[in-house]
């Protein structure tokens, strides 16, 4: 499948808790080929949770492998009814989002984080990450609770334009 | 001494905080909190400064006719109590509320707020161009009253954010002292 449309910040969609994922079947299967297709047509995009393409289950996918920030990475990763088991100290470091386009904001993250959840064959998996993939795990996993990075965000002067306007 | 509040208010250009702070500098004032923006290339900086009692708001407001002309800039300059005593609670709410652009957005979480007795104390907002509409984004800073609590405004920004058809998420300002 090509790459989905992004569903953005005007569509109240997003701000809605995502069910589970009932069996990881071939129709999670191809969700998750969606996802994959979607990120990586956008070559500064690191992750997609599913509703960012309009699907409102507990779904996403990351790859932080190629990015600059990344310290520890699993690579191409898919993960269907994460759960966060434990989270570390928490950081503030400016993320973006692809349904957010133009603007970034400070967001404090935990620096570690361990997340079960389900990969492509049904498989129980524990994910131990810390860094810039812990962050994008996290974020992901915020997507399906209905939370973008803005809701996030200690105020205005957290929130920053990507674009300068002259 | 005396206190002011100065306004500075052009198109953006290189210099203008250089120009602005130079003239208060050279009369002999001490800068205390400052803030600056810009929109769309517009400048905006006002500052609060400690003057020197010889010296009149006449005076001070004569130092920057020259810089006014050279950045074709608007200054406005307000004497201020002695005493700094606008405090704020420290005890605040942050409130973002996203969605599709429609006008009166802002204006209906204003209001809302402002009915319940809940001062806004900071407020940014961004309307993203996309393909076939556009979004809006709404940041707001609140300072809570006991009337005016994190759990008395998400209900009902929450209501007011329905009726427009936006999003709206209301948590703790985070202001703990480590």
């Not at chain 2, 500052?47 to 810089?67: D, G, M």
Request: proline share 4%; aromatic share 4%; net charge negative.
């Amino acid at each position: 499948m090509p790459a989905r449309p992004i569903v953005t910040v005007a569509h109240l969609k997003l701000g809605v808790r995502c069910a589970e994922v009932d069996q990881i079947d071939e129709r999670a299967r191809a969700l998750a080929v969606d996802m994959v297709d979607t990120m990586r047509a956008s070559p500064a995009c690191v992750g997609i949770a599913a509703p960012q393409i309009g699907v409102n289950l507990r779904a996403f996918v990351i790859d932080c492998s190629s990015h600059r920030r990344t310290t520890v990475n699993h690579g191409e990763l898919v993960l269907f009814n994460p759960v966060v088991t434990s989270l570390g100290a928490v950081a503030f470091e400016r993320e973006g989002c692809m349904s957010v386009p133009d603007l970034t904001g400070d967001v404090g993250r935990a620096l570690e984080i361990v997340v079960e959840g389900f990969d492509l064959s049904g498989s129980r998996i524990v994910i131990e990450s810390s860094g810039f993939e812990a962050r994008a795990i996290q974020h992901e996993i915020d997507h399906l609770d209905g939370l973008l990075f803005l809701d996030r965000l200690s105020g205005p002067g957290a929130l920053h334009q990507r674009k300068v306007y002259r | 001494m005396s206190r002011y509040s100065l306004h500075a208010i052009g198109t953006d250009r290189p210099g203008i905080v250089a120009g602005v702070t130079g003239v208060l500098a050279d009369s002999g004032c001490n800068l205390e909190d400052s803030r600056m923006a810009i929109l769309h290339g517009q400048f905006a900086i006002m500052l609060v400064v400690e003057a020197p009692q010889r010296l009149s708001l006449e005076q001070l407001e004569a130092s920057f006719r020259e810089i006014q002309e050279e950045l074709n800039l608007m200054v406005v300059i307000r004497p201020l109590p002695k005493q700094s005593n606008v405090k704020v609670s420290g005890d605040t709410v942050a409130v973002s509320v996203h969605g599709a652009d429609r006008p009166g957005i802002v204006s209906s979480i204003a209001t809302r707020v402002a009915e319940l007795g809940g001062n806004i104390i900071d407020l940014a907002t961004h309307k993203i161009e996309e393909q076939g509409g556009s979004s809006y984004v709404l940041l707001l800073t609140i300072e809570t009253t006991p009337d005016c609590t994190e759990e008395i405004l998400s209900p009902e920004l929450d209501a007011v954010a329905s009726q427009l058809g936006v999003s709206c998420v209301v948590h703790a300002g985070g202001d703990e002292l480590f």
